[in-house]
């Protein structure tokens, strides 16, 4: 028997792809948002919101990933943006929580801590839900800067408005930032 | 199931490696697994045994060495392991500080015949 070194990661190929990816939209001026939640936070409805706002100003693309529908490229198609849907063809990791209340989405710094090192923002959805259930908003931002000291954090309700202009502002600045860094 | 996946990446590499040094059989793979990577290691390994099935690499053992999650305080510099999510700094009592490891995830070497 031999044992042959390897050390290499195994995720290289993804990485050398997505380092490409990078480039392309560095050179473009292409800024671009990776939205991550668990099920049922609400990234589509702040989509959704964002597209309408924005749309007159930026030329907005989406891609979705949904595991078999493109239900939620549909909504986003309806705002006159184009939109594609990545099907992802079987079960996500969280498959065993999809049917838990949305708003265990609140949990996530404490169980997704490499998602908050590594965003740099954190947007924290349905605060006109915050009477009705037992959780501190505080708690989950003193989490996430200790996570990631410089994280941005919003507090948004998509349904009544609330603190979705200090988002769009902040996308807004990304954009234009993006744009005068093109060679 | 980002596994199945990862698995695939894996035996992508193990075959490469295999075919460069002539082996005709994979014995074991030995992987570093970090923490943070949140990745189900009986999970894995059963990627592993569908995915490699008709390769080299059919029935290789995954030794998966999993990689604490350590973080340096950002108050007093002390490096400790970072359990049940407990970010305070067991010294100081200050809240978090940079990663040092738990991020890995990679194929250290592999037993071929």
């Given amino acids: ?183 | 199931m980002h596994e199945l996946s990862i698995a695939q990446s894996i035996l992508d590499t193990v075959n490469q490696q295999a075919a460069l040094n002539s082996a005709a059989r994979v014995v074991s793979i030995h992987l570093r697994i970090g923490e943070l990577t949140a990745i189900v290691h009986d999970a894995l390994t059963f990627s592993f045994e569908i995915v490699a099935q008709g390769t080299c690499a059919q029935g290789a053992v995954l030794e998966i060495e999993q990689v604490p999650w350590q973080i340096r305080c950002a108050g007093c510099a002390l490096e400790f392991h970072v359990q049940g999510a407990n970010l305070s700094c067991p010294n100081c009592q200050h809240m978090g500080g940079e990663t040092i490891t738990g991020r890995e995830l990679q194929i250290v070497e592999m037993n071929v015949e």
């Fill in chain 1, 1 to 183: 028997m031999t044992t042959v070194r390897v050390i290499s990661n195994i995720l290289e190929a993804n990485d050398r792809i997505a380092r490409q990816n990078a480039e392309l939209f560095s050179k473009t001026g292409v800024y671009v948002v990776n939205l991550m939640s668990s099920p049922g936070a609400g990234k589509t409805t702040l989509l959704e919101r964002t597209v309408e706002t924005l749309a007159s100003e930026l030329r907005i693309g989406v891609i979705e990933g949904d595991i078999q529908s493109s239900v939620d490229a549909e909504r986003i198609g309806k705002h006159g943006i184009q939109a594609v849907q990545i099907n992802t063809g079987g079960a996500c990791h969280l498959d065993g929580n999809m049917i838990r209340d949305a708003l265990e989405e609140f949990d996530l710094p404490k169980k997704y801590p490499l998602m908050f090192q590594e965003s740099s923002a954190l947007v924290v959805t349905k605060i006109d839900l915050l009477p009705h259930v037992s959780c501190s908003v505080d708690t989950i931002e003193l989490r996430a800067r200790a996570l990631h000291a410089d994280i941005d954090i919003f507090r948004v309700s998509c349904t009544t408005g609330e603190g979705l202009g200090d988002w769009f502002g902040w996308l807004n600045k990304r954009v234009a930032d993006k744009r005068s860094r093109v060679r």
